[in-house]
């Protein structure tokens, strides 16, 4: 390597290392011209599309790195990564596999094949995988929290707790451990070491924007706990202006949306697709965040015939990319994307899970955007919306820290505006849908739960089960906020909760519709 080419090479990495991604980009690309076949150069190049959010690009920079070195481990990585971010799962699970079938001790092949069966909710497997990665760094505060995810989502919450103490011992800073905890944590002691602890950390040491975010939220919910609600709603407010303060973000883009989807399914003619192969059949369970969707779920697979998925969120991540331009239904794109045979994408979608139950539950909360779609390309699938006193969702929205915020959720005019947007897509829907749509009100549910449960399992045309009415009972993966309520009996105590706050959050409340 001659020194010119070595110094280039080192202003690549220096760039790289500040994230100056599209130097990085067009100068690996001036670079490759003459040294076609230096795999560290297609490698760095890669990843800098991924970090982009470019995945197909980034696959194909990967794919010639390994052309040109078969041992480059970090490229087939990078890919196995690329083509999870794309959910295209069997073959991130491939490259994994592929790595560790030479180099059993490649512990980032070994960490993110432990993350992997996380997402297809196989936390056993999870945990052996991280297991062995965390024998070989020991240090690595990363496989903690992944391990304590993998517990979490087994509903082994004790084992989460002690490993997620490990972390804090070992990196007092990383207060996402903090977060975690306070979730898993009731706190309703005069005295609560852990909030004492986070307070100093707030006042002591020197935290960046996200670090400070996640203490204001497990703060906030220590507070809560304590019925000390003027305590919470401070920390609750301190943490969300300064999330929505990193967040790029405009209610009108929804709006938008709305308008093109009503516009689009205005007396549309469903039905035009009707004969499939599979015998496979789908449950959505959608509606917004803290509505009552995961105990619904649960509840649903509950039953011997059922299995979860839990939010799978493939519809949206397809449809977002496929049919949309500028948050605007294309009428042309949605004609184009009709002719496809997405149901046979959907269900090959699902082989990673290894499901052997002929009828499943995707529980996609903002699949409530594409319900039109749903009936023309699952005719024979069931649609449970899932409601709650808007008050009550949208204060549980605010007081939590959601891992992929979209503005809405941090700010109290947004939220309320995005509610009413909801809102009124709903109504949308019932009425073009007529009885298609079962709306699940949750504080029926809580009142009258064996009449409101058999109303659901009549509905998705199940037998009945007596398992159905010990949902909580249920192993079911969760992977989402309701990880500490949702294998518990049916409760009342949430129902109203937005009276402790309805002095402090008028701004939000008053905007409803």
């Known amino acids: 390597m001659n020194q010119d080419f070595e110094n280039k090479i080192k202003s690549i990495i220096g760039k790289f290392k500040i994230n100056d991604f599209d130097f990085v980009i067009n100068k690996s690309k001036i670079l ?3 040294n076609s076949n230096n795999d560290f150069l297609w490698n760095i190049q890669g990843l800098s599309f991924q970090y982009k959010g470019e995945y197909i690009k980034s696959i194909n920079c990967f794919k010639k790195a390994i052309q040109f070195n078969p041992e480059n481990f970090s490229s087939k990585n990078n890919l196995g990564n690329s083509y999870k971010y794309l959910k295209d ?3 991130a699970e491939k490259c994994f596999n592929e790595i560790l079938e030479i180099e059993p001790n490649y512990i980032n092949a070994l960490i993110n094949l432990g993350n992997l069966k996380i997402d297809l909710n196989t936390f056993d497997e999870a945990v052996i995988y991280l297991n062995k990665a965390l024998k070989l760094d020991k240090d690595n505060v ?3 929290i992944n ?6 989502g087994s509903g082994e919450l004790p084992k989460a707790k002690e490993i997620l103490l490990v972390v804090l011992k070992m990196n007092p800073s990383l207060t996402r451990a903090d977060k975690m905890l306070s979730d898993l944590s009731k706190s309703d002691e005069s005295v609560d070491e852990h909030l004492n602890q986070m307070l100093i950390k707030l006042k002591e040491l020197n935290l960046n924007d996200e670090q400070k975010v996640n203490l204001y939220f497990a703060i906030a919910k220590k507070y809560d706990d304590k019925k000390e609600y003027k305590m919470s709603f401070e920390f609750l407010s301190n943490g969300n202006k300064l999330q929505r303060k990193n967040i790029t973000y405009n209610t009108k883009d929804y709006e938008t949306l709305s308008s093109s989807i009503k ?3 205005s007396n549309y003619k469903y039905g035009q697709k009707t004969t499939y192969s599979s015998n496979k059949k789908v449950i959505f369970v959608l ?4 509505s009552g969707t995961t105990l619904t779920e649960n509840i649903i697979s509950s039953h011997s015939k059922v299995a979860s998925l839990g939010e799978l969120n493939f519809i949206g991540n397809q449809m977002r990319t496929s049919v949309t331009n500028n948050f605007t239904l294309n009428s042309d794109l949605v004609v184009d994307f009709l002719k496809e045979d997405f149901y046979q994408s959907y269900f090959d979608h699902l082989k ?7 009828i499943v539950v995707d529980k996609s909360l903002d699949n409530f955007w594409y319900i039109g779609f749903i009936k023309n390309i699952f005719p024979n699938s069931k649609i449970i919306h899932c409601q709650r006193n808007p008050k009550d969702i949208c204060l549980s929205i605010f007081k939590n820290l959601f891992n992929q915020s979209q503005g809405w959720h941090c700010n109290e005019e947004e939220l309320a505006d995005y509610y009413n947007i909801y809102s009124d897509l ?8 007529k009885d298609e749509i079962l709306n699940l009100q949750y504080e029926d549910l809580t009142k009258n739960t064996e009449h409101e449960i058999k109303k659901i399992i009549n509905f998705c045309d199940l037998d009945w089960e007596e398992n159905c009415l010990n949902f909580y009972k249920n192993k079911n993966p969760i992977k989402t906020l309701s990880v500490n309520q949702a294998n518990k009996p049916i409760y009342q105590s949430s129902v109203n909760s937005f009276l402790f706050y309805k002095k402090e959050l008028n701004a939000l409340f008053s905007r409803l519709k």
């Open 352 to 358: 990673p899970f290894k499901i052997s139950k002929s």
């Open 89 to 91: 799962f069997t073959k």
């Open 426 to 433: 709903m109504q949308f829907w019932n009425n073009e849908l």
């Open 263 to 265: 516009a689009y399914f």
């Open 32 to 34: 490759l011209k003459k």
């Open 287 to 290: 509606g917004m965040p803290r």
């Open 147 to 152: 391990l304590a995810n993998a517990y979490m």
């Open 142 to 144: 990363n496989i903690y």
